[in-house]
């Protein structure tokens, strides 16, 4: 009975230390707006925290202004994938997009909570650092640090 209880506890123990977590949190500073999370067809957050137990892919954030689609068409937006890395190059990656049918609707920004709080922002229309077609590769900003959470502010 002892050893079952013992294996039990160091298993609990050494899943809890494998496992990876990545919080999203929002600043809305534009004082009008509904910061969304959307991953496929589902809406994750209105602008509180979420927090993924586990690898979490292909999300998009974009802060609905009453002229967003629900897909982000019309607004500017924030496309995510945070995964711990498992080689070199397999971590987070995060990008401000503006590919048609999105356009500049408000500023944005992103900043990983680890890799030294590196992102990326765009202040207005011009947006230097975002996508505007598929093959602007350089727009991505990677971080290869577990649990990398991610902060993004509108405005």
Not at 9 to 27: K, Q, R, Y
Not at 126 to 144: L, T
Request: aromatic share 10%; proline share 6%; charged share 10%.
């Amino acid at each position: 009975m002892k050893f079952s209880t013992l294996a039990a506890i160091l298993s609990t123990t050494v899943i809890g230390a494998w496992a990876e977590t990545h919080t999203v949190h929002f600043n809305n500073r534009c004082g009008f707006g509904t910061p969304m999370l959307i991953q496929g067809p589902n809406v994750l957050s209105h602008g509180e925290d979420f927090t993924s137990n586990g690898p979490f892919r292909a999300a998009i954030a974009y802060l609905q202004n009453g002229n967003c689609g629900f897909n982000g068409d019309g607004c500017t937006l924030v496309e995510l994938t945070l995964v711990n890395p498992t080689s070199p190059g397999s971590g987070s990656s995060a990008d401000i997009s503006l590919i048609p049918p999105l356009k500049f609707s408000q500023a944005a920004a992103f900043n990983y909570n680890k890799c030294g709080n590196i992102g990326a922002s765009c202040p207005d229309a011009n947006c230097p650092k975002a996508f505007r077609k598929p093959d602007d590769n350089f727009a991505q900003v990677a971080c290869q640090e577990n649990d990398a959470g991610l902060t993004i502010t509108f405005c």
